[in-house]
């Protein structure tokens, strides 16, 4: 404990902030890009926010899919708000500057919201494998307790793994540059800029990264494996175009969290992709929040029915 509040002082005293040089320096880009972002905020604020209200008051969607979906949307929502406001207040600063402990809290919070997401999608494909495979025991095996373990240990597990990602950043020291590759504090950008060792930092940073991106994978990949399997023996097209009308709005976010995130950071430690990795990390970090209300939304016969009994509900 003495050791680790030592690193602390010693980070104040030697670094009391750092400079995040955005998504790009070129100033004709500044304004276009911050009406752009704005917009993105707004309507990925708005599309979650409508969403998880949508579910809460229509009883129709008091179902395991839905519960699961409001809690992605409720991820989704509270996660835009870790880097967004920052980022587009950094559009019209000269310099953009964050705190240690500033950014301490929002590599935090961005690693918590990251990796609780890839495990809440990780319990949605169970729930889809369930659905299709099992349906005859569907409401026997997704009861309200085990729905609410399975989430209880995706926030749990993206919980530990934003302790365990934030406290090994204490132990480094930042005295040289204190510049951020990023527009945001993300894991190795700003390990990049410490004057320490961080062999360890890397270690297990890509040990906890990787041992949960291969966990979450190959999970779904199995669950979706079994859905195929069973849908290859169905009789009945109708069956068929059920059961992939069901899974079709999950695979869709899995595909673009997931590809967008291994873009993002594909060899973390080439300077040529940093510049690539900041621009993949906008599909995951912006992109995908926005457009997980809409897939779940334009795709979702059920949706569909719960918003025109809400809007007749308003209108009576």
């Known amino acids: 404990m003495l050791h680790r509040k030592q690193i602390i002082m010693e980070n104040d005293s030697l670094l009391s902030e750092f400079i995040l040089m955005g998504l790009t320096d070129q100033p004709e880009l500044q304004l276009p890009l911050f009406f752009l972002f704005l917009m993105n905020y707004t309507a990925t604020v708005m599309g979650n926010l409508s969403l998880m209200s949508l579910i809460f008051l229509s009883s129709n969607l008091h179902t395991p899919m839905y519960f699961f979906i409001f809690n992605l949307s409720f991820i989704d929502f509270c996660y835009s708000f870790v880097f967004t406001p920052k980022m587009l207040m950094s559009f019209f600063l000269e310099k953009n500057t964050i705190s240690f402990r500033g950014c301490m809290t929002q590599l935090f919070f961005f690693c ?10 990780t319990a949605m494909a169970y729930d889809r494998y369930v659905a299709i495979c099992k349906p005859l025991l569907y409401k026997a095996i997704m009861i309200p307790r085990i729905c609410g373990l399975l989430m209880f240990m995706s926030y749990l597990m993206g919980f530990a793994s934003a302790m365990i990602l934030t406290s090994l950043m204490f132990r480094l020291s930042f005295c040289n540059s204190n510049i951020i590759n990023h527009y945001m504090c993300d894991i190795f950008p700003v390990i990049r800029v410490s004057c320490s060792d961080t062999y360890l930092n890397e270690l297990v940073s890509s040990a906890v990264v990787g041992t949960g991106i291969i966990l979450c994978s190959l999970l779904i990949l199995i669950s979706y494996a079994l859905i195929l399997f069973n849908i290859i023996h169905m009789s009945s097209g109708k069956g068929w175009s059920k059961a992939l009308g069901t899974c079709g709005s999950h695979i ?3 595909s673009f969290f997931y590809g967008s995130g291994l873009l993002a950071y594909v060899k973390p430690s080439s300077p040529e992709t ?3 990795g900041k621009i993949f990390s906008v599909f995951y970090t912006f992109l995908v929040p926005m457009l997980n209300p809409l897939i779940y939304s334009l795709q979702n016969k059920d949706v569909k029915v719960a ?3 809400t809007l007749k509900r308003i209108i009576s």
């Open 307 to 309: 918003v025109k009994k």
């Open 252 to 254: 869709i976010t899995v």
């Open 112 to 121: 918590f919201f990251v990796n609780s997401e890839s495990y809440v999608l």
């Open 274 to 276: 940093v510049g690539r």
